[in-house]
Nanobody, 122 residues
Framework: QVHLVESGGGSVQPGGSLRLSCVAS????????MSWFRQAPGKEREGVAA?????RSKYEPWGRFTISRDDGKNTLYLQMHDLDPDDTAMYYC??????????????????WGQGTQVTVLE
């Protein structure tokens, strides 16, 4: 059973930074591709960043958000800089087994965490 637990969310002033973590367990983390998504109230879930096995490829459509992974700690990270109120959302990590390692920013991922809330104050 894939288990993902996000943390690191909170409230921050505009222009601030946060680092989110996603601790994985009960599956071979190092063999899975990983993604971060976010969902604001009334909006669709959108892909934020993704990383393949071994970190060989990264997808970071916004330069302010950087994804990384530590396979020794079974942990995925999202470093966010220069945050804006529009970044306010619930942030989720998602795991994709090898057969799912394509289109990693599409929201049809098989395994999800419960999310961590990020609020950028107005």
């Amino acid at each position: 059973q894939v288990h993902l637990v996000e943390s690191g969310g909170g409230s921050v002033q505009p222009g601030g930074s946060l680092r989110l973590s996603c601790v994985a367990s009960e599956f071979p983390f190092s063999t899975y591709c990983m993604s971060w998504f976010r969902q604001a109230p009334g909006k669709e879930r959108e892909g934020v960043a993704a990383i393949t096995v071994g970190g060989r490829s990264k997808y970071e459509p916004w330069g302010r958000f950087t994804i990384s992974r530590d396979d020794g700690k079974n942990t995925l990270y999202l470093q966010m800089h220069d945050l804006d109120p529009d970044d306010t959302a619930m942030y989720y990590c998602a795991a994709s087994p090898p057969s799912w390692c394509s289109r990693l920013l599409d929201a049809d991922r098989p395994y999800w965490g419960q999310g961590t809330q990020v609020t950028v104050l107005e």
